[in-house]
């Protein structure tokens, strides 16, 4: 049994999807799939078994940051056999096009953190989504809507940046916005050969200052629900 998710193998299905927040997995569960029934609540991090156009497909909190990202990663691959992780999280844009609702598809993860660094001993990794999840997440995408970007995001560990300013170094150089847990998440499946890709929406911007309230981040961000699914 697992430490942090509990259950058995057979509560989890093999692909699942992955927000940050366990009221976002509440809302997907109880609004998106069908016949969803909870296997988790340790923690308050839920977790649901349900099914979508037939297939079976789960929704497991993470928690924000890369280390309890890490930990709900891990166990879901090694206790629960899951083979497919998507993330469906929220992001801030660092780019004047990138606008409020937004959806990104993270193609690679660039990071400050040291959770690679530590174990690549000082050297650099790079973080890259599944092809095949990234190539038909974006078809659907451009199917669907127009307001969709795929590139490098940042995964910080620090949501409140003493330093205003730094963010605009990494804009520079093309990296469309920050969340904080798709590094852990795409190294995590290299190193256990499993498929992963990061869907976020941007819930706020760095050039505007405009942001989302939470209820609007939990309820209302349903684009990037609706890819994740119809990539697997």
Same mark, same amino acid.
């Given at each position: 049994m697992?430490?942090?998710? @509990?259950?058995?193998?057979e509560d989890v299905a093999e692909t699942v999807l992955l927000p940050g927040d366990p009221l976002r997995a509440k809302f997907i569960a109880e609004n998106i799939l069908q016949d969803a029934k909870c296997y988790s609540e340790i923690r308050g991090m839920f977790g649901y078994t349900g099914f979508?156009?037939?297939?079976?497909?789960?929704?497991?909190?993470?928690?924000? @940051?890369?280390?309890?990202?890490?930990?709900?990663?891990?166990?879901l691959i090694d206790h629960f056999g899951v083979k497919t992780l998507i993330r469906v999280g929220s992001c801030g844009s660092f780019q004047e096009n990138i606008k409020l609702r937004d959806v990104i598809?993270?193609?690679?993860?660039?990071?400050?953190?040291?959770?690679n660094q530590k174990t690549f001993k000082g050297m650099d990794f790079a973080p890259t989504a599944d092809f095949e999840l990234l190539l038909k997440a974006y078809q659907y995408a451009k199917s669907k809507m127009s307001n969709v970007h795929v590139g490098s995001i940042l995964s910080s560990d620090v949501f409140y940046n003493e330093d205003p300013e730094e963010w605009k170094l990494w804009a520079k150089y093309g990296v469309l916005g920050v969340e904080m847990e798709t590094s852990a998440l795409y190294t995590i499946a290299a190193r256990k050969k499993c498929r992963a890709l990061s869907v976020l929406t941007v819930s706020d911007s760095f050039l505007t200052s405009e942001g989302s309230t939470a209820e609007e981040r939990e309820r209302t961000f349903t684009q990037m629900i609706d890819i994740a699914l119809n990539s697997i």
């Open positions: 697992s430490i942090h998710i @509990g259950g058995i193998r979508y156009q037939d297939k079976r497909i789960s929704v497991q909190g993470t928690g924000m @940051g890369l280390p309890s990202h890490s930990i709900y990663v891990n166990e598809l993270a193609m690679s993860s660039c990071s400050e953190s040291s959770f």
